[in-house]
């Protein structure tokens, strides 16, 4: 054998060996591409399953049912009930608490000491506009009791008799949520409009002589707090979900009665979810109107909330059945 011979053998022995030696261990190949492409997948869905969020946290496969809470856009001044035995502390807005898929309590409990007080929302319709009404009862007598034992004269003159006043509310709210249809979250809306009428009417069981209150915010509200009448609020607020920690809300009132100047209030506020049932809510509040020395007035404002209960075990949007 020359040398070209010996070179065009060995080419050939190792063009063969490869292929002889794949063929023989082909099977196991196979089996062994199959069981990394398991692990690849079981490796994803460990990490998938960690990569969670405070409202919709993404399961692994096996897991149970997520059921925290998913409707922290509806703000109690809002036409929505919460889920019976679900609801919310805060300080300077309404607490609530769900009675039943047509019935909802709330309180200020922020004023209760002031002004102690009780209301109760009742839906009216749940479609593309949801409607409730909205009823209460509140006592001011305490909280001008202690305005004039502090000798806050512009709230209450200290030579005044503060009589027994009682006032109720009346109110009518339809809400308007617009839902973003690309969103994985479905059913939640991303941005919701409120609009509320409102007929507030003061009592006074015996004689009064109270003045109209002089003072920015509690000035706008004078005549049920002091039992002098009525008291119209026209109101209009917008809610929207900024992604699943924040939410930012804002809105209008004005306020009519023959018993002192007619008021606006405009507010807006930040929500941001410390935690997934604790939200903290800077803003701020601004006051027009004919009260003190100043025509216009602007508040700091900050509200801390608790929310207590989970979602209904249900399936369905989060508007159907008994969620609302």
Known sequence: MNGKQAIFVILIITALIPAELEAQVWPFRRRSQAERATRDLERRQRETGQQTNFFNPLQPFGSRRNNDRDDHIWNPETAYLSIPKTGNVSITNPSRLGINSKYELQSHLGASY?????MIKRRIHAGELYWAT????????????WAQNKRYHSYVDTTSTIPHIVAIRNELIVSKPFMDDVSCVQGIPWLIITAGLSADYGLSLESNDLSAIDEHIIGSRSAPLTGKGLLIIARLRADARLNDFTFIEGGFRYFNSKHHNNGFEHHAALNYFAAKNFSISPGYLLSIGNFGSSKVKIYPSLDLTWYFGQKSRRGGRIFEGSRF
């Open 114 to 118: 002031w002004v102690p007080n009780l």
């Open 134 to 145: 909205r009823h209460g009862i509140y006592v001011p007598t305490p909280g001008l009791n």
